[in-house]
Nanobody, 123 residues
Framework: QVELVESGGGLVQAGGSLRLSCAAS????????MGWLRQTPGKEREFVAR????????DYADAVKRRFTVSRDNAKNTVYLQMNSLKPEDTAVYYC????????????????WGQGTQVTVSS
């Protein structure tokens, strides 16, 4: 069992930056691949980024490549999402999620979810 708590969301102007954090409980954090996903009203939750359990591999949705960076600190049980050059279309609730067995290449592969944090990008 993993409990996840996101923080760092807020309101930012287009072109600005935010860093999201996700703190995980439990002693097995390093055995999970971690991901960030986002959702806007009326739409399905979409994959944003993923990082493997060691941090050696990262994957990104095309819409955020070269703007967002996912990282993790297993000593602190925390995963981060650095978001640069933000656009209004990045506005969404962002969720942190954990996947067993180093999965997490698609939304359905995540087993545990945080409560989400709102990111709003104004034009």
């Amino acid at each position: 069992q993993v409990e996840l708590v996101e923080s760092g969301g807020g309101l930012v102007q287009a072109g600005g930056s935010l860093r999201l954090s996700c703190a995980a409980s439990g002693r097995t954090f390093s055995s999970y691949a971690m991901g960030w996903l986002r959702q806007t009203p009326g739409k399905e939750r979409e994959f944003v980024a993923r990082i493997s359990w060691t941090g050696a591999r990262t994957d990104y949705a095309d819409a955020v490549k070269r703007r967002f960076t996912v990282s993790r600190d297993n000593a602190k049980n925390t995963v981060y999402l650095q978001m640069n050059s933000l656009k209004p279309e990045d506005t969404a609730v962002y969720y942190c999620a954990a996947a067993r067995q180093n999965r997490g290449y698609a939304t359905a592969e995540f087993d545990y979810w945080g409560q989400g944090t709102q990111v709003t990008v104004s034009s």
